[in-house]
């Protein structure tokens, strides 16, 4: 029997969540889509569980690793949100700014199972090190399930309209489904689909290989160290349960596909100001308030609005972290879904930024020119805006 997360905390938060259902909206954070059939509420259950498991070593855990289960990462203000912790992520820049990875990869892992053999030494040449937070998963089902061609109708990489802004749509060979898809979830739109997103969570962050990601080779450690901390035995760690028939990164993607975006903070007419002046200064640029997802057999999420305040494009903003991967550049950033931003400390892809009116301020690049009619507003026009902010 595998560690639970906590057994109890996950019965009060499962009852908590059928009542939200049963209730209406809004609904907790947590929560998921409403109007579930018995089955899906079945599979959200059991992916809740799968998700908060503390694995061990001898489930897979390791030999190096940045967390023990899902929710490590994922818990704030309810599982499936955010934390306060960041991984670590580095490569080499030349004296010609060209990038290189060491090892081929650029995660270097936080911790090492018992008994430490494989402690991750941070290479001396690494001279680009970069931090990056967790990411909310509420409603990313809905994004899942925006058409790639809604994405991509939205990109303009050569500024052809004028106005400074540039997105690309992050099209890549998606691991889940061995087609051509536009990324979407990650900070640099490295993923697809939430299978691909649990693949890759699972065998990146836990250390735990799967069908899609099959060999693991952590960075900062030697072969040699490898082979004598990883033991006896081989073979892909996360299988098919006979019971189920699931694998564990198809729970993962399930709990993701079905749980429920944050609902809104309260709405006056400070906030409807602060949403005007949002529009005015230009932020929807890339923080596009609703997309539509295309149609679906499910009626969960067929073409249904997606208020997630993001065009999910990359954009060069002036917050790159130096680390280019899969299709994005160094410099690019996926336009981050404000959604739940209220719940969201502290900001930013590097958890550096403590306030909106800093995060704000941070934007250059594509978004200079936001940024300079952000700042030519009076205070109180500055203040509606983060009230705003502050109601998703």
Avoid at 147 to 176: F, H, K, V, Y
Avoid at 184 to 202: I, M, N, P, V
Avoid at 222 to 248: F, I, K, Y
Avoid at 375 to 392: I, T, W
């Amino acid at each position: 029997m595998r560690t639970r997360y906590s057994g109890v905390c996950l019965w009060i938060a499962f009852v908590g969540i059928a009542i939200s259902q049963q209730n209406g909206p809004p609904l907790i954070p947590g929560s998921p889509l409403p109007n579930l059939t018995p089955m899906e509420l079945e599979l959200f259950r059991a992916g809740l569980e799968d998700f908060s498991e503390v694995e061990t070593a001898d489930e897979g855990l390791g030999p190096t690793f940045n967390g023990t289960s899902c929710a490590v990462c994922h818990s704030i203000p309810a599982i499936g949100g955010v934390s306060t912790m960041t991984e670590m992520r580095g490569g080499y820049r030349d004296e010609h700014g060209e990038f290189y990875s060491l090892g081929g990869g650029t995660l270097y892992h936080l911790f090492s199972t018992p008994p430490h053999r494989c402690q991750v030494q941070i290479p001396p040449e690494i001279n680009v090190i970069a931090r990056r937070a967790p990411i909310a998963v509420f409603g990313d089902g809905l994004i899942e399930a925006i058409d790639d061609t809604t994405i991509a109708a939205q990109a303009d990489p050569d500024d052809a309209n004028g106005d400074g802004i540039s997105g690309r749509a992050a099209w890549l060979e998606d691991i889940a489904t061995q087609t051509r898809k536009v990324g979407r979830f990650g900070w640099k739109a490295q993923q697809a689909t939430l299978l691909a997103f649990s693949a890759d969570a699972y065998l990146n962050e836990m250390g735990i290989t799967n069908d899609l990601l099959q060999s693991e080779s952590p960075l900062g450690i030697t072969p040699e160290q490898l082979a004598l901390c990883r033991g006896p035995g081989s073979g892909l760690e996360d299988v098919v349960d006979r019971r189920t028939g699931r694998r564990g990164i198809d729970n993962f993607a399930n709990f993701m596909r079905l749980l429920a975006p944050v609902s809104r903070g309260s709405i006056d007419d400070h906030v409807r100001a602060g949403e005007a002046l949002f529009r005015e200064v230009g932020c929807t640029s890339c923080h596009t308030p609703v997309l539509v997802t295309g149609r679906n057999a499910n009626p969960l999420f067929n073409e249904k609005p997606v208020n997630l305040f993001s065009d999910l494009l990359l954009h060069d903003v002036g917050t790159g972290d130096g680390i280019p991967q899969a299709a994005a550049q160094a410099d690019e950033i996926r336009t981050p879904p404000l959604w739940g931003l209220r719940f969201r400390k502290p900001l930013m892809h590097d958890g550096a930024t403590a306030t909106l009116q800093e995060a704000v301020a941070r934007h250059a690049g594509e978004a200079a020119r936001v940024t300079e009619r952000y700042h030519g507003l009076d205070d109180e026009k500055r203040a509606a805006l983060v009230a705003f902010l502050n109601s998703l």
